[in-house]
Nanobody, 120 residues
Framework: QVQLVESGGGVAQAGGSLTLSCEAP????????MGWYRQGDGEERELVAI???????EYDDSVKGRFTISRGNHRNAVNLQMNNLIPEDAGIYYC??????????????WGQGTEVTVST
């Protein structure tokens, strides 16, 4: 199976920072997209930030100017630098990967989720 390895979640104070990392060692094909989604309590999973297939970067408006997403040099990793955290940032963060093996439909892979808690 394909497994994404997430790290960096935890508890941060409001105004503090956390860095989330995701590795996809089990994917041996070129990864098209990597990003992070968040699911808060009682909410649906929503996009936080993503590096798209064309190399562009998209952020949810709520994190613009505070979060920075970047791909690793080997293209099988993605990081999310989260600065100036606010309580609304709290939730379960899921790494997302999309890749397209030749001759196959696109494949989506989700991490197991890493929890971010913002204390006040």
């Amino acid at each position: 199976q394909v497994q994404l390895v997430e790290s960096g979640g935890g508890v941060a104070q409001a105004g503090g920072s956390l860095t989330l990392s995701c590795e996809a060692p089990g994917i041996l094909f070129e990864i098209s997209e990597m990003g992070w989604y968040r699911q808060g309590d009682g909410e649906e999973r929503e996009l936080v930030a993503i590096v798209t297939a064309g190399g562009g970067i998209e952020y949810d408006d709520s994190v613009k100017g505070r979060f920075t997403i970047s791909r690793g040099n080997h293209r099988n990793a993605v990081n999310l630098q989260m600065n100036n955290l606010i309580p609304e940032d709290a939730g379960i963060y899921y790494c997302y990967v999309n890749f397209a093996p030749a001759g196959w439909d696109d494949v989506e892979v989700w991490g197991q989720g890493t929890e971010v808690t913002v204390s006040t």
